[in-house]
């Protein structure tokens, strides 16, 4: 038993460490001789040395290695994996991969995070978002935009045009601002937090429009004639891509061009295109006059190359071109920002509107993938980061101003619950957003954390705005100018929906496209069969098989001992979540290689399955956020509420998402065992304790620095009549005037004052002395000012019919 227990160690550690081949054939090797020289010769030795040669000969030998093994599995692969098509090849293609392929390795190298700088502000951008931001925000009176003028009024286009809020990102030489990701993030969450449809409009040029594309694969006469162009305004871009019979999968889209010739501009003989099409859903559309379009080339007289079906090609069409119709609009949820459909018919345009030019035909969808890869990351995380912020603020706010039985609703159990998950869901929203920019800013183009961070960002702000509705109750589902959030509640379903429908972002991008750009060899390995290089496929074949081998020692190791003995960085107050972000990190990867193993192509299609890995993958990314982001803001102890409830969160969800997939998982009694190892002593990972709900939900409920870090960034008045300033306004009255309340309530209780609500003994309280007049004002003032806030408005039945 000594030399079996001794066996099974020693055959561990090597897999834990990936020893080599050759030094591991030597470790065995002296264990069996020992065993030898202790027991003697014996038919029992016998027939563990003829083990140990038949095995350990052939897997030094590359040559028989190769013939023996790998030379099966080589075809058992090229049968069983799905062809990649071309658009697939280029969306694995598209961007790079960072920290998730750390999380997908199982052993995730934290240097690499820790290593990142912190994202800052230069001066010029601080500037900015203090100044034309800053006066931008207070130009806007959402209700007036949404209920009176469906746009923005005239003075605020022409303030985004004269400040170039469209040329944000680029290039100073173009004109533009050049500001970093960060920056750009933090205009769109500011403008976010004030008015979504102003928001979208400054959004959509700098991420999901022409100008990226053409800073990226545009000619310079094309960047010379666009770009200071876009940046002052006098162009307005959109960028048509979705239609009718193809939303998500963009791929498929109908959309057609010939390469013809044809009189144009009075020109004979002009090579050029001839394009048919017709998109909906296009944002800025209705106001474009300059439309970035995707369609699909053909050449059939051969006009331009050999090949007739040449691909999705984007060209750059003035929206006054003949045969081109636009201007309707759609009316998205009741909100303003110009959004509606295009079409053209039999539209000539010459070859050089095509983006790169002629160089640059059939190469559309890569430059979409590419585009998108980091725009994802960028625009919507920014909105949704606008709005978690915003709710959490004025909603926070509202929960200590309002009273139910003589006390804020705040401190009712009911109501600390949701607004911790507000708290806790904006902290994490945050960390997300900036340690991302930063991963940009410092030349990162992650595209399965684009996906990650456009899913479950838009999401989790879903649930806070859900949150602040259910706490606001009647005065979050009055429309008028007193309610900011009754618009923010209407118009989540379009985050949800656009840049890919969050239900295919999860099941399709984040773990579909990461299975293969992140795993350590599976990409590599596809390679080696696709070019046929049998001699590559083995050399992969078995340091997988050592990769696999290490993580099911791993995991057992980690689950008998929690995790405890893991070297990570890290304080008392957040080692223990770096140790349990490994530890599910290396389950992760042990499951994911399993379900690539039996399942093979068809794991695609198992969504259910994918959409669980996907959400183990986006919880550790997302509590390795809030780690860096505690970090980079001096691991203050005021935060520590929002840092033990964002990874307590993270980690509890990441570990239930993992045991759900051992259901969906082939081979059953092979899942459970794999279950044994990552868990044999039960679960390691609880959701936030009711006291760390009370915690975080103080937060909320009071002046503090931590509640002004986790609300930084957004606009913030004083003014009473506006939506939130009269928010803003009645939160400090209140506080200030909490002293004065309890020595009304401590007066009551000596029965120096009789039992009755406080504003009907106030003047009795100040003809006793009880209070001086300086108190008794401050009390008038904090109750007039909270009943401006819990007000609602109400409208005339002439004045709901003019709307209509």
């Known amino acids: 038993m000594f030399w079996l227990l001794a066996l099974l160690i020693t055959v561990s550690i090597l897999f834990y460490y990936r020893i080599c081949i050759p030094v591991a054939t030597l470790v065995v090797g002296v264990l069996l001789a020992d065993y030898l020289l202790f027991q003697g010769l014996t038919p029992f030795n016998q027939s563990l040395w003829a083990c140990y040669l038949g095995i350990f000969i052939p897997l030094n030998i590359p040559a028989i290695r190769r013939h023996l093994v790998s030379r099966w599995l080589f075809q058992w692969m090229k049968k069983a994996l799905p062809p990649i098509s071309k658009t697939e090849q280029e969306a694995l293609d598209a961007g790079n991969t960072w920290w998730d392929a750390e999380l997908f390795s199982g052993n995730p190298d934290w240097r690499i995070l820790q290593n990142l700088p912190a994202a800052q502000l230069t001066a010029k951008e601080q500037a900015y978002i203090d100044g034309p931001v800053e006066t931008l925000c207070a130009m806007l009176d959402d209700w007036d935009i949404t209920h009176h003028r469906n746009d923005l009024p005239k003075e605020v286009w022409d303030y985004i045009k004269q400040h170039k809020f469209c040329g944000i990102i680029i290039p100073k030489n173009y004109g533009g601002l050049a500001f970093s990701e960060t920056a750009h993030s933090i205009i769109v969450m500011k403008i976010a937090s004030r008015c979504t449809t102003a928001a979208v409009t400054v959004m959509v040029p700098n991420s999901l429009g022409p100008a990226k594309l053409l800073l990226n694969y545009g000619t310079e006469q094309q960047k010379n004639f666009y770009l200071p162009r876009l940046v002052s305004g006098e162009e307005i871009p959109a960028f048509a891509l979705t239609g009718p019979h193809a939303g998500s999968d963009a791929s498929a889209i109908p959309d057609t061009g010939i390469v013809c010739r044809s009189t144009f501009n009075g020109k004979r003989n002009v090579l050029g295109i001839r394009l048919n099409w017709e998109k909906r859903y296009i944002t800025l559309g209705p106001v474009a006059s300059v439309l970035g379009l995707a369609f699909k080339l053909y050449d059939p007289d051969k006009l331009i190359g050999d090949v007739q079906d040449i691909g999705i090609t984007v060209a750059l069409i003035p929206t006054d071109t003949k045969g081109v119709s636009i201007g309707r609009r759609h009316y998205p949820l009741d909100s303003a920002f110009q959004n509606g459909p295009n079409w053209g018919k039999d539209v000539f345009i010459p070859m050089d509107w095509i983006i790169g030019g002629v160089a640059q035909v059939g190469n559309g969808w890569k430059m979409l993938m590419q585009s998108l890869s980091t725009g994802r990351a960028i625009s919507l995380p920014a909105l949704s980061v606008g709005a978690g912020k915003l709710v959490c603020r004025n909603t926070g706010a509202y929960a200590r101003i309002r009273k139910q039985f003589n006390l804020p609703i705040g401190e009712f159990e009911g109501i600390e619950e949701p607004l911790a998950r507000m708290a806790g869901e904006t902290y994490i929203l945050d960390a997300a957003r900036c340690v991302t920019n930063a991963a940009l800013d410092n030349g990162q183009k992650p595209a399965v954390i684009s996906a990650i961070l456009k899913y479950e960002l838009t999401e989790r702000m879903r649930r806070v705005v859900n949150d602040a509705m259910d706490i606001q109750g009647g005065s979050g589902i009055c429309l008028g100018p007193k309610n900011y959030l009754g618009r923010l509640y209407q118009v989540i379903p379009v985050s949800i929906t656009v840049e890919g429908a969050n239900i295919l972002t999860r099941t399709l991008m984040i773990f579909g496209q990461g299975a ?46 929690d995790a405890r003995f893991i070297k990570t960085p890290g304080d008392n107050d957040t080692r ?174 000596l029965k120096q004052l009789p039992k009755a609500a406080l504003t009907q003994i106030i003047d009795e309280a100040r003809v006793k002395s009880i209070i001086n007049q300086a108190e008794y004002e401050l009390f008038i003032n904090a109750e007039a000012a909270r009943f401006a806030a819990i007000s609602v408005d109400d409208f005339s039945a002439e004045q709901l019919n003019a709307k209509q």
């Open 516 to 561: 293969i750009r992140c795993h350590p060899y599976i990409q590599q390995e596809m390679a080696a069969i696709q070019q046929g290089n049998l001699a590559e496929f083995d050399r992969l074949l078995f340091q997988h098989i050592g990769f696999w081998g290490r993580n099911k020692v791993a995991a057992l190791w980690f689950g008998l001992t």
């Open 576 to 749: 223990r979540y770096y140790q349990h972000i490994t530890r599910l990190s290396v389950g992760f990867a042990l499951l994911a290689d399993f379900a690539l193993l039996t399942l093979g192509g068809s794991l695609k299609r198992k969504e259910r399955l994918s959409g669980r890995f996907a959400d183990v993958l986006s919880n550790l990314y997302l509590c390795s956020c809030v780690l860096k982001h505690y970090q980079n803001q001096g691991c203050l102890k005021d935060d520590l509420p929002l840092l033990h409830w964002a990874c307590q969160h993270t980690l509890y969800r990441a570990q239930q998402a993992l045991l759900a997939i051992y259901w969906k998982l082939p081979l059953r009694p092979v899942a459970w065992l794999l279950r044994g190892l990552m868990f044999p002593l039960g679960k390691p990972c609880s959701p936030p304790s009711d006291r760390l709900i009370h915690q975080t939900a103080s937060v909320l409920l009071s002046e503090s620095a931590s509640r002004d870090r986790l609300t930084l960034g957004i606009y913030i008045n004083n003014h009473p009549e506006d939506a939130t300033g009269r928010i803003e306004v009645a939160f400090k009255a209140v506080l200030a005037a909490a002293p004065v309340e309890a020595k009304l309530r401590n007066a009551q209780k």
